[in-house]
């Protein structure tokens, strides 16, 4: 037992560490290369934090077990939205860019969508269908970055804590960020998980808890340090963009290497849950263009009925 409280203090550690790390370098990446904060946090940040995700449901896929996949990503984009913004949120109220709301969050939303279609219709994703969403995950974050760079006005200029890193420090300081997020997050799970057991709570609760939120811990690190440094365009692009990546990123990888076959009609529910949150946030974020403390109590509580309906 106390090696595994040890592995939870460890991981806790890698993971507030690789949080700073991961804000630093990204916003000396967005000053250097003239990017704004949100199209970092679109790209290079949750690319990196979506790393655990990436990993997972590209070994399940190769492995033909489609339930891990598939399961890994749709829980984590659900806690992405409603446990990481709503955390995020309650720190700091989180202004939100017009963009946000006009594409990234739209786009999301049809990705959700054509997921459930796919799971409930042909139980599949092909290799086709995979090639044409990561090629659609390319021309996105293209797009991204060239409009970035085209409006920018201040992105090389020196801040008020003077010049931003060399583009070198910035991009080992994201490096060291992924290593840091990734063996944090799995310490943390290992050490988690063993304690629940030990605790006499089964393995179907741990994975809709401690597992499903373990992955999503880098986003979550990520997004609260980017908030509370002030970076609210990369938390929000953080959460977003990690959606999207894990969708048409990581699921679409991961089917145009290995089709992902056998996909159970029980994902239905949980397809439904990710889309009726994506569209809450959306709903949410044009209120007022800003998501206020309230509303992320509001994330939370849904999250924790989604956990609690989920484990029943």
């Given at each position: 037992?106390?090696?595994?409280?040890?592995?939870?203090?460890?991981?806790?550690?890698?993971?507030?560490?690789?949080?700073?790390?991961?804000?630093?370098?990204?916003?000396?990446?967005?000053?250097?290369?003239r990017l704004s904060p949100m199209v970092i946090?679109?790209?290079?940040?949750?690319?990196?934090?979506?790393?655990?995700?990436?990993?997972?449901?590209?070994?399940?896929?190769?492995?033909?077990?489609?339930?891990?996949?598939?399961?890994?990503?749709?829980?984590?984009?659900?806690?992405?939205?409603?446990?990481?913004?709503?955390?995020?949120?309650?720190?700091?109220?989180?202004?939100?860019?017009?963009?946000?709301?006009?594409?990234?969050?739209?786009?999301?939303?049809?990705?959700?969508?054509?997921?459930?279609?796919?799971?409930?219709?042909?139980?599949?994703?092909?290799?086709?269908?995979?090639?044409?969403?990561?090629?659609?995950?390319?021309?996105?974050?293209?797009?991204?970055?060239?409009?970035?760079?085209?409006?920018?006005?201040?992105?090389?200029?020196?801040?008020a804590a003077g010049a931003p890193p060399k583009?070198?420090?910035?991009?080992?300081?994201?490096?060291?960020?992924?290593?840091?997020?990734?063996?944090?997050?799995?310490?943390?799970?290992?050490?988690?998980?063993?304690?629940?057991?030990?605790?006499?709570?089964?393995?179907?609760?741990?994975?809709?808890?401690?597992?499903?939120?373990?992955?999503?811990?880098?986003?979550?690190?990520?997004?609260?340090?980017?908030?509370?440094?002030?970076?609210?365009?990369?938390?929000?692009?953080?959460?977003?963009?990690?959606?999207?990546?894990?969708?048409?990123?990581?699921?679409?990888?991961?089917?145009?290497?290995?089709?992902?076959?056998?996909?159970?009609?029980?994902?239905?529910?949980?397809?439904?849950?990710?889309?009726?949150?994506?569209?809450?946030?959306?709903?949410?974020?044009?209120?007022?263009?800003?998501?206020?403390?309230?509303?992320?109590?509001?994330?939370?509580?849904?999250?924790?009925?989604?956990?609690?309906?989920?484990?029943?």
């Amino acid at each position: 037992m106390t090696v595994h409280i040890l592995y939870c203090i460890i991981g806790l550690l890698l993971l507030v560490l690789g949080g700073e790390w991961l804000v630093r370098g990204s916003v000396g990446i967005a000053q250097r290369l003239r990017l704004s904060p949100m199209v970092i946090g679109l790209t290079v940040v949750s690319f990196g934090t979506s790393a655990p995700e990436f990993i997972v449901s590209l070994q399940a896929a190769l492995d033909g077990s489609s339930g891990i996949a598939l399961g890994n990503v749709i829980g984590s984009n659900i806690a992405n939205v409603a446990l990481i913004l709503g955390v995020t949120a309650i720190l700091c109220p989180i202004p939100v860019a017009g963009g946000t709301l006009k594409v990234d969050t739209p786009l999301l939303l049809v990705a959700s969508v054509l997921l459930a279609l796919c799971c409930h219709f042909t139980h599949a994703l092909t290799r086709l269908e995979g090639m044409v969403g990561f090629a659609i995950m390319l021309a996105y974050v293209a797009l991204q970055v060239v409009h970035s760079r085209k409006h920018s006005t201040d992105g090389g200029s020196e801040t008020a804590a003077g010049a931003p890193p060399k583009l070198p420090i910035a991009l080992a300081y994201v490096l060291l960020a992924v290593i840091a997020l990734k063996y944090g997050a799995g310490w943390l799970v290992d050490g988690a998980s063993e304690i629940a057991h030990a605790a006499g709570v089964s393995d179907r609760v741990v994975g809709l808890t401690v597992v499903a939120i373990g992955t999503s811990l880098p986003e979550l690190f990520a997004s609260v340090v980017a908030a509370r440094k002030g970076s609210v365009d990369m938390a929000v692009g953080n959460a977003i963009g990690s959606n999207l990546f894990n969708l048409l990123g990581v699921l679409s990888a991961s089917a145009a290497i290995s089709p992902i076959t056998g996909i159970s009609s029980a994902f239905a529910a949980d397809c439904i849950w990710m889309i009726a949150l994506t569209l809450l946030i959306w709903l949410l974020m044009r209120t007022d263009y800003r998501l206020t403390r309230t509303e992320g109590c509001l994330l939370l509580a849904v999250y924790a009925v989604y956990v609690v309906l989920a484990a029943w």
